[in-house]
């Protein structure tokens, strides 16, 4: 099973928003409303930011969305804070014998 | 507090093999599917596996590059997951993390180390 396709990096300024991409096929991304974000800070574990496509974990702001749209999900983030800096996976279940596959990693840079 | 704590890495041959615990607390651990994930440095997560509930017959599923060489098991009576790693590879060289849920990772340990040098 390959990786998920996303970004290897992506930008933006304080208080903009930026849009993560996350392309996968219809027997991962497409077939199933099991795509889950993560935000992973240097040397620290990931953390869960968005799960089931659009849902948000208690404690995550609400500047974080999720979206989904064919193959293709996506993560925004609106209103860019600093601390927003970090690597992105994207992850979606794909079906019982591969069961669960991971983007690349998108890097984001706060300017 | 929700903790999942791992242990068990270290440094072992080519062709060895190694088993990683996982102990979980705070939450209802027989509940829960538990998965493994690894991270080689530098590079990006990779789904290992994944053992589900008593109630979904504690199935496992795992990645194609590890199927047929590790194993998950679990304890609910000490709310610990396991990850036996046999013929390891260089390439299984990794931080490994587990995490609870089903389909989606919500509570993720600090990660144990596993290096496979000679």
């Known amino acids: 099973q390959s990786a998920l396709t996303q970004p290897r990096s992506v930008s933006g300024s304080p208080g903009q928003s930026v849009t993560i991409s996350c392309t996968g096929t219809?027997?991962?991304?497409?077939?199933?409303?099991?795509v889950s974000w993560y935000q992973q800070h240097p040397g620290k574990a990931p953390k869960l930011m968005i799960y089931d496509v659009t849902k948000r974990p208690s404690g995550v702001p609400d500047r974080f969305s999720g979206s989904k749209s064919g193959n293709t999900a996506s993560l925004t983030i609106s209103g860019l804070q600093a601390e927003d800096e970090a690597d992105y996976y994207c992850?979606?279940?794909?079906?019982?014998?591969?069961?669960?596959?991971f983007g690349g990693g998108t890097k984001l840079t706060v300017l | 507090e929700v903790q999942l704590v791992e242990s068990g890495g270290g440094l072992v041959q080519p062709g060895g093999s190694l088993k990683l615990s996982c102990a979980a607390s705070g939450f209802t651990f027989s509940g829960s599917a538990m998965h493994w994930v690894r991270q080689a440095s530098g590079k990006g997560l990779e789904w290992v596996g994944r053992i589900r509930s008593k109630a979904n017959n504690y199935a496992t599923a795992f990645a194609a590059s590890v199927k047929g060489r590790f194993t998950i098991s679990r304890d609910d009576s000490t709310n610990t997951a396991y990850l036996q790693m046999n013929s390891l590879k260089a390439e299984d060289t990794a931080v490994y993390y587990c995490?609870?849920?089903?389909?989606?990772?919500?509570?993720w340990g600090k990660g144990t180390t596993v290096t496979v040098s000679s």
């Open positions: 219809s027997s991962d991304v497409g077939g199933y409303n099991y």
């Open positions: 992850c979606s279940y794909a079906g019982t014998y591969t069961s669960f596959v």
């Open positions: 995490a609870s849920r089903d389909y989606y990772m919500d509570v």
